[in-house]
């Protein structure tokens, strides 16, 4: 009759209490693991590296086996592109347009379905339907990953092509040719400036504020590289690199041209 509830509907509340006190449940444990992660990220290097050193270990291991996959999978792309001269930009100018908008375009939507799927499951009553959809959902999000990645290269290879943003791509240039120098460079200095035997800023940034911290730091890089290559040939972390490799001291400094002395 209507306004009475029949066993269906007793069944739909009873799963739908028995699942709000999961993710209640769920909620607490991640906030009291976010606060701890805090706590530890923020305390000294001697207690913080145990810490994070067994997560890292455990993230590893547990990822080991597709980050092995995805990582073969990503250099064979890289290989098929560069073989098929691709990412030289050895194909005509619009070829790269067309290619970023197709790219970008089907990246953003299917990431847009992945999210309007995602808000969608969160309220679905079932568990197992929500982790079976959520588990399948990961290799929608990778194709997304890739196509948008596709998109950047090709626009980014036309910006090149067209001599748009000259003064940004030039001086990336000497970023990449020292990328080892300035990969190890902005680890430590962001763990200076988020951990706690630094700044211990972890956590305590607005969105804005990491947009304004990452613009400097890239800032400093990007002016450190090219002064630097302006004296030396190759990276300070490069050149010791090749020097362990082969065993001897690489030369460093870049050799003057009679003009130049």
Request: hydrophobic share 50%; with cysteine.
């Amino acid at each position: 009759k209507e306004g009475k509830l029949d066993s269906a509907d007793l069944r739909s509340i009873a799963q739908w209490d028995a699942r709000s006190q999961e993710i209640r449940a769920a909620a607490a444990d991640a906030f009291d693991y976010s606060k701890t992660q805090i706590e530890t990220v923020n305390s000294g290097y001697l207690n913080m590296f145990p810490v994070v050193a067994l997560m890292a270990t455990d993230e590893l291991i547990s990822s080991l086996p597709v980050g092995i996959l995805e990582t073969l999978g990503t250099i064979l792309i890289g290989m098929a592109l560069f073989k098929t001269r691709y990412l030289n930009g050895e194909f005509i100018t619009t070829f790269y347009l067309i290619s970023a908008i197709i790219f970008l375009i089907g990246g953003a939507l299917l990431t847009h379905l992945l999210f309007k799927t995602f808000n969608i499951l969160i309220s679905d009553l079932s568990g197992n339907k929500y982790d079976l959809v959520n588990f399948n959902s990961s290799y929608f999000e990778q194709t997304a990953l890739l196509l948008l990645i596709f998109g950047y290269i090709s626009i980014f290879i036309f910006f090149v092509k067209k001599g748009i943003l000259s003064f940004v791509t030039k001086p990336l240039q000497s970023v990449c040719k020292m990328a080892i120098s300035n990969y190890i460079f902005q680890n430590f200095m962001f763990t200076l400036i988020f951990f706690g035997y630094g700044l211990g800023l972890y956590q305590s940034l607005e969105r804005y504020q990491l947009f304004l911290v990452a613009f400097i730091l890239w800032t400093i890089q990007i002016t450190f590289s090219v002064y630097w290559l302006k004296y030396f040939q190759i990276g300070p972390i490069e050149w010791l690199w090749r020097s362990l490799i082969y065993w001897r001291k690489i030369p460093l400094k870049k050799q003057l041209l009679s003009n130049d002395i």
